[in-house]
């Protein structure tokens, strides 16, 4: 059993409802990029410096940039496989990540649920993946999503965890 330890940073939001801890190195890294940007004031995970619709720390999990509207987490190509109840979604992925598949039947009235995913067509079922454990690795990963039972239509949200 190996032991590690790493030196974290805890934030709560404004109203006190939720709390996030981030690595210090990961912090140390984006202040030092605010600097550079001559971007004003401490690291907040809750803020979204690049107005991209997600939060800093949504983008942390993720391994997109902070700065970079252009830089999130989206899936790129969704198929149904023919001949197969799988459906298939690609997405850009940065190393040393996690990512998961919620799904709801409805969006008039959403209820998200961790869906399971495979790695290929013939992998077992699991609830998330981490396409590299390579941090420096970046790229396009495909990821097929198990349906819900008894569905007749399905709704994907591809998430960091």
Do not use: C
């Amino acid at each position: 059993v190996t032991l590690s330890f790493v030196n974290m940073k805890s934030y709560t939001n404004e109203d006190g409802t939720e709390t996030v801890n981030v690595p210090a190195e990961y912090v140390d890294s984006i202040s030092a990029w605010m600097e550079a940007l001559g971007e004003e004031g401490d690291y907040d995970p809750f803020a979204d410096y690049d107005n991209d619709g997600s939060l800093n720390y949504a983008e942390y999990l993720a391994g997109t940039d902070p700065f970079d509207e252009s830089s999130k987490l989206t899936i790129s190509s969704y198929k149904t496989l023919l001949g197969s109840a799988l459906h298939s979604l690609s997405f850009e992925y940065a190393g040393g990540h996690i990512y998961g598949v919620s799904t709801t039947l409805s969006l008039s009235n959403p209820e998200w649920t961790t869906q399971l995913v495979k790695e290929t067509e013939t992998d077992t079922e699991h609830e998330q993946i981490m396409p590299s454990s390579d941090d420096e690795d970046v790229g396009v990963a495909t990821i097929y999503v198990v349906p819900a039972e008894d569905a007749t239509s399905q709704f994907f949200r591809l998430e960091a965890k």
